[in-house]
């Protein structure tokens, strides 16, 4: 096991930013992208043109103008915002199921985790978060090239010291001996995750908790059965997730309210009753608050299950 030091025990979200850190650059809620500081480099957008040196010794979530007088905004890498950037090699866990997963896997800082199915790094780097300062992650992955960019991902985003990626089939290995009785949790996201589960059992201590996510309900009956030998307190969940969309509109114009009735998806009333002329022309400005029309539905189905503490 990976002992921390001195020099591993904080993530590296610096308040400041430096030449060569890595900034979520923020255009709006849905446009957002990741750059490498560089106090040479400059960035180009619609906003016109922005110099690297500008931001360097400024605080992360500065307001940064261009040469036109447009603006962004300089964000820290934290896991959820990486979440939204991060290069998709794979199909990911988003916000929802990521917080369910380190709340049921009762993670704290200190606790040791392997997750098998790395992926994007997605769910490793909320891990390493959670986990921080003192604790590690351990997380697998059978394809060689992914492993690889997860470790350059996890240098950029400052949580290498925190996580150890390895290649491994674990479906047909199993989880290395080196690591039996050390895990507080395990999370697995395999196609066959019934073939990791008799591993998983003898890395977990006493007590330890095991989480599964698969996408369809087979696999999660097959994982149960499984789990029914070793395990207990098994329970499976679903994560929907709805988002709204908050932004300032103008009210009280005939067309502005009719626009936002049509987008809203009710049909615009033809016939209104105003107290005088006056309303007709006049606005006023609210905060309005509307379902996003592309939220997530169903993402996969999350097992948890707690070793049987033995006699």
């Known amino acids: 096991m990976l002992l921390p030091t ?19 650059v923020y255009e709006r809620h849905d446009v957002m992208k990741p750059v490498k500081v560089c106090k040479d480099s400059v960035l180009q957008n619609r906003f016109g043109v922005f110099k690297h040196s500008d931001w360097i010794g400024n605080p992360f979530g500065t307001k940064a103008f261009s040469n036109k007088g447009g603006f962004v905004y300089l964000l820290a890498p934290t896991p959820e915002l990486w979440t939204l950037v991060l290069s998709h090699r794979t199909q990911i866990l988003y916000i929802a199921d990521i917080s369910f997963v380190v709340m049921y896997l009762e993670i704290v800082p ?3 985790v392997l997750e098998t199915g790395t992926g994007s790094g997605s769910l490793t780097t909320s891990l390493a978060r959670a986990v921080a300062p003192t604790g590690h992650v351990y997380t697998f992955d059978f394809h060689e090239q992914r492993a690889a960019s997860a470790r ?7 949580i290498s010291s925190l996580v150890t990626v390895d290649v491994r089939d674990i479906q ?11 895990a507080d949790s395990v999370f697995l996201d395999l196609p066959q995750p019934w073939l990791a589960i008799p591993s998983a059992a003898e890395m977990l201590k006493q007590d330890g908790v095991i989480c599964s996510f698969s996408p369809c309900i087979e696999q999660v009956q097959r994982a149960c059965e499984a789990l029914r030998s070793n395990f207990i307190d098994i329970r499976t969940f679903e994560v929907l997730l709805r988002t709204y969309e908050v932004k300032e509109m103008k009210m009280g114009g005939g067309n502005n309210e009719e626009e936002e009735e049509k987008g809203m998806g009710r049909r615009p009333c033809k016939r209104r009753h105003r107290s005088n002329e006056e309303d007709e022309d006049s606005g006023s400005q609210m ?3 509307r379902p996003c029309s592309d939220s997530r539905g169903h993402t996969g189905y999350l097992t948890f299950a707690r070793l049987t503490c033995l006699p």
């Open 6 to 24: 001195e020099s591993t025990k904080a993530l590296s979200f610096k308040r400041c930013i430096n030449d060569g850190d890595l900034v979520i």
């Open 110 to 112: 200190g606790c040791v």
């Open 152 to 158: 350059e991902d996890f240098e950029k985003t400052g």
């Open 172 to 182: 047909g290995e199993g989880f290395p001996k080196k690591l039996s009785g050390l």
């Open 287 to 289: 905060v309005m608050a």
